[in-house]
């Protein structure tokens, strides 16, 4: 894995069928880069920081645009074109579990 741009290795994979879909659940493990980008997505000021709360609103906006990239950035790299569900939460440290669920054909 290389620091420099956005990466992260795909640790364990697997996949299951339930009620017309199927699950795929992927663990990864983000590089620095791709870990900082979370860090920077998740980060929130307190609304008291902003004097108009159209000004804290645009701020919520631009932070939950960050945090669709970033998430996008990981679908891509895994090929998940699919509108049905995704789901990716941070287990510990670097490590993230991706949940996918996509429509059986």
Excluded: H
């Amino acid at each position: 894995m290389t620091d420099k741009k956005f990466d992260f290795e795909i640790i364990a994979e697997g996949s299951f069928k339930s009620e017309g879909y199927t699950v795929r659940t992927i663990s990864i493990r983000l590089n620095s880069t791709a870990l900082n980008e979370y860090i920077l997505s998740s980060a929130w000021n307190e609304r008291e920081v902003y004097e108009t709360d159209e000004e804290y609103e645009e701020y919520k906006r631009r932070k939950k645009a960050e945090r669709e990239q970033w998430e996008r950035k990981i679908l891509d790299r895994l090929k998940f074109t699919s509108d049905t569900g995704y789901s990716i939460t941070k287990s510990v440290s670097e490590i993230f579990a991706v949940v996918l669920f996509e429509k059986q054909a």
